[in-house]
């Protein structure tokens, strides 16, 4: 756990102090050595409520509200409560399922892609339920169905074997006796 968080926290270092020529950041508050710059609050301000209706008063009400936050997590950090055990799980928590989320999702869009039906096949799943009587619908009312659930099918299929393939790949160990 603590290697990952290191990790982690190497690689925002290593990437927030980039080589790149650093444009000039136009500060709109200071909160003790914490910047708040214009482009931090435009971006908060833009995935808040209080832009629904933007105008100088909710601005002024959602800086005020950044502010407090920011104050607030500097009296919790200066606290101590960053370095507990509970934080540092739940942090680890969160990256794992935010890194696992991006992961499925970027999988499942590049098997999407890649997971073709052809009429054919439509075709011949219809005559089989057809023939089984599982419909009475006309083959251009069931296509859609049809396609569809056997796309979804070969996805998870897709899906299945990529896990399949990880798994191979990997080296795994477990210690039987400890799950009893």
Do not use: H
Request: charged share 35%; proline share 1%.
């Amino acid at each position: 756990m603590k290697r990952n968080l290191i990790i982690l926290l190497s690689a925002l270092i290593i990437f927030g102090c980039s080589g790149k020529a650093q444009t000039k950041k136009e500060i709109l508050a200071k909160v003790n050595n914490y910047e708040i710059t214009k482009e931090e609050f435009e971006q908060e301000f833009k995935s808040s409520p209080y832009s629904r209706v933007d105008t100088l008063g909710s601005r002024k009400e959602f800086l005020q509200n950044l502010i407090n936050r920011k104050l607030i997590l500097q009296d919790a950090e200066a606290g101590g409560l960053a370095k507990e055990a509970g934080f540092l799980r739940m942090i680890e928590r969160f990256w794992e399922q935010s890194l696992l989320k991006l992961a499925l999702d970027q999988k499942t869009k590049e098997i999407a892609g890649a997971a073709f039906v052809s009429d054919k096949v439509v075709e011949e799943t219809y005559e089989k339920i057809r023939k089984e009587g599982k419909t009475d619908k006309t083959y251009d009312q069931m296509y859609n169905q049809i396609k569809w659930e056997i796309t979804k099918l070969k996805e998870t299929q897709m899906l299945n074997n990529w896990m399949s393939g990880l798994r191979n790949k990997a080296e795994i160990k477990v210690n039987e006796d400890l799950l009893k």
